[in-house]
């Protein structure tokens, strides 16, 4: 499966919050997180990526700028990162290569946040809970390290 990671674009949200559901049977809250993605894809402060295989929204990973005084002018926060079940299902009769395909879109979604937190001018960029919970594996290989309740790198 070859796929490549870009910009979101208002077509991308409906299949981009398929991904990032939690509950699916409550289409208010569904609603409410389409319009809450939609709205970010117009706000300077933010990175909305999706990555894309056969013109289908196969991962989506957010990152928003908030300043700081500690570390920086700013940092970046990667709010969600989701990959579809279906995008490691290539047919073949090899999982091992599906599940390298998977641990390679979440690196490649994971590193343009990263490189457009730099672009920014972020000096760190963090991944919270329970995103930070739920990828250590993803988190550890993209050189996140722990830092008090954050993960956290470098961005240069």
Same mark, same amino acid.
């Given at each position: 499966m070859e796929y490549h990671v870009r910009s979101a674009r208002l077509t991308d949200v409906d299949a981009a919050i398929r991904i990032l559901m939690r509950d699916p @049977?409550?289409?208010d809250q569904q609603r409410q997180d389409t319009d809450r993605l939609r709205n970010l894809l117009f706000v300077p402060a933010a990175t909305v990526v999706v990555a894309e295989a056969e013109r289908q929204v196969i991962g989506i990973g957010v990152l928003s700028i908030r300043p700081a005084v500690r570390s920086g002018p700013f940092i970046g926060v990667i709010d969600e990162l989701g990959v579809a079940a279906e995008a490691g299902r290539s047919g073949s009769a090899a999982? @091992?290569?599906d599940a390298a395909q998977l641990k390679g879109l979440g690196d490649s979604i994971l590193e343009?946040?990263?490189?457009?937190?730099?672009?920014?001018?972020?000096?760190r960029v963090d991944v919270t809970d329970p995103l930070a919970t739920a990828e250590p594996a993803l988190l550890k290989r993209a050189g996140f390290a722990r830092r008090g309740a954050l993960l956290s790198r470098a961005t240069g």
């Open positions: @049977a409550d289409p999982p @091992a290569a343009h946040l990263v490189t457009s937190a730099r672009n920014k001018g972020c000096t």
